[in-house]
């Protein structure tokens, strides 16, 4: 059946794992979209108590749905051909959604649900039914019906939620957020169907990591967008210089300790995995974890870069200190996931900064960024005196290493 009807969409094995230019276009809309969750997340700056678990969870759902509308497009162009003319429409639709989503993310909470809400289902509904449709009699259409009849199933809470009163919209749309998560989670079981088992999905495992990789830096990207227009914006003193310089470090640290080998493998490790779609669903959780602790620290640099050595405030630490410690946690995780180990320098580090914590709630802003730079840079350099004198070692992961069977036709 493979060569049969639709088969012309799925990737064939010589297709380049490289992102097209297409992807790299399509990801522009997202450097939108997660320099407005920045911005939503630097709106909490003043808040405390229950007004900042309560603003800074209604950021994050609006990311989480961001972030299911980017990671499933990064597995359809690693599951079917990016340059067939049907899948390049997807993308580019989706780009739009997504671009409307962003534009609209400042208040979609707010009076702009509706079209966040519009655009978030029509790539949800509708591009999975573009794709079964275009795969015509192919077994593997099954998949993309799975997902439309999943997001059909919950379109009414994201509906009301978009429709209905203000205080409402937040717990509907939770709901609605983590049955879509779930139902990813567990196949998208169907009656009669079953589950599909996204572990034996036959993916172009490299061009996923490579997607991945490229997110966390667009991520980066965001961060240091964040220093430059902030301190370009503010009146020019030594004190904001030397934040800048820190931020700076900072995030440099941050691209340095993600990508010391276990990023660096991560291509390979899933070139080696038997099979890449389980490795490859590991690895999504933990690079949104990633991304997510990279814009919680954007924040942090926009905090300390205004007033830095400005009254303490103990609920700026959840930015400061807080973002580069779930960054180190996320690490941690993908260098399990890649090597089937855990480096000490990443536990150090994340011990540091968890116990410097309570401490730092009297300390100036600067000092604040100032210890985690430090931490970092120990953590750094630990991992380069480690490998200092050991050769770069191939990878081993223990996630994925059964090969797929041969009777999964939906794979």
Do not use: K
């Amino acid at each position: 059946m493979a060569a049969g009807r639709g088969a012309e969409l799925l990737r064939p094995p010589m297709s380049s794992d490289r992102a097209t230019f297409l992807e790299l276009f399509f990801d522009l809309a997202f450097v939108v979209a997660l320099t407005r969750v920045s911005q939503r997340f630097g709106d909490l700056g003043d808040d405390t108590g229950w007004a900042l678990v309560t603003g800074f969870g209604r950021t994050l759902l609006l990311f989480l749905a961001l972030w299911l509308i980017w990671s499933h497009t990064a597995w359809i162009t690693s599951r079917y051909e990016p340059e067939q003319p049907i899948i390049q429409a997807v993308v580019v639709g989706t780009m739009f959604a997504g671009l409307v989503m962003a534009v609209t993310l400042p208040r979609a909470l707010e009076e702009r649900a509706l079209p966040f809400v519009v655009a978030y289902l029509m790539v949800m509904v509708l591009r999975p039914l573009v794709v079964a449709v275009a795969l015509r009699g192919h077994p593997r259409r099954l998949v993309p019906i799975r997902l439309a009849v999943w997001a059909l199933a919950t379109a009414p809470l994201w509906l009301a939620g978009g429709l209905g009163p203000d205080h409402l919209r937040l717990p509907l749309w939770a709901v609605a957020l983590a049955v879509d998560y779930l139902a990813w989670t567990l196949g998208w079981p169907l009656p009669r169907l079953g589950v599909s088992n996204v572990g034996r999905w036959r993916i172009a495992g490299a061009h996923l990591a490579d997607r991945y990789q490229q997110m966390f830096l667009i991520a980066l990207g965001e961060s240091i967008l964040v220093i430059g227009v902030v301190f370009s914006g503010a009146d020019y003193s030594a004190e904001r210089a030397a934040a800048f310089t820190v931020a700076f470090a900072t995030s440099a640290l941050l691209w340095r300790i993600y990508f010391y080998r276990a990023g660096l493998l991560l291509t390979a490790a899933f070139g080696r995995a038997g099979m890449p779609g389980r490795l490859g669903a590991v690895s999504e959780r933990t690079h949104l974890l990633v991304v997510l602790s990279v814009l919680v620290t954007a924040v942090g640099y926009e905090l300390v870069i205004d007033h830095p050595f400005g009254q303490p405030r103990p609920t700026w630490l959840l930015f400061v200190v807080g973002g580069p410690m779930l960054f180190l946690v996320a690490r941690m995780r993908l260098e399990y996931e890649i090597l089937g180990q855990v480096s000490r320098s990443q536990i150090i580090g994340s011990a540091a900064l968890l116990l410097s914590a309570p401490l730092l709630t009297r300390c100036a802003p600067m000092v604040g960024l100032s210890v985690v730079a430090g931490v970092l840079t120990v953590v750094a350099l630990l991992d380069a005196l480690r490998g200092r004198f050991r050769p770069l070692e191939a990878p081993s992961s223990p996630i994925g290493r059964e090969t797929p069977g041969d009777s999964d036709s939906e794979a």
